[in-house]
């Protein structure tokens, strides 16, 4: 699976980004879905998960309720519907897909090269 995320950018504080990551392979529904970050100085963190059907999320408490994760299975692309954005958000953005087969799980084998997204105060 080869995955490639896009949509990051600058935005203000309280302003929305939506991230699409588009995946080849036939075998994309499969998989579940997450999506991570990286700010500068820090370890990676988990942001969202979604399972092949979209039925079971899982979000990060610190997106939890601003963040929505989605994917379209007929596109082979995930989202990530970012909402109230704070400065905090401020990090590159990963996809990532998972042969595991529960949302949460940390064991994810194949990533995307990220995507910037800089909210501003």
């Known amino acids: 699976v080869q995955l490639q995320a896009s949509g990051g950018g600058l935005v203000q504080a309280g302003g929305s980004l939506r991230l699409s990551c588009a995946a080849s392979?036939?075998?994309?529904?499969?998989?579940?879905m997450g999506w991570f970050r990286q700010a500068p100085g820090k370890e990676r963190e988990f942001v969202a998960a979604?399972?092949?059907?979209?039925?079971?999320?899982y979000y990060a408490d610190s997106v939890k309720g601003r963040f929505t994760i989605s994917r379209d299975n007929a596109k082979n692309t995930v989202y990530l519907q970012m909402n109230s954005l704070k400065p905090e958000d401020t990090a590159v953005y990963y996809c990532?897909?998972?042969?595991?087969?529960?949302?949460?799980?940390?064991?994810?084998?194949?990533w995307g090269q990220g995507t910037q997204v800089t909210v501003s105060s």
């Open positions: 990532a897909a998972s042969r595991e087969n529960v949302v949460t799980t940390r064991v994810y084998e194949y």
């Open positions: 392979g036939r075998t994309f529904s499969r998989y579940v």
């Open positions: 979604s399972s092949w059907s979209s039925v079971a999320t």
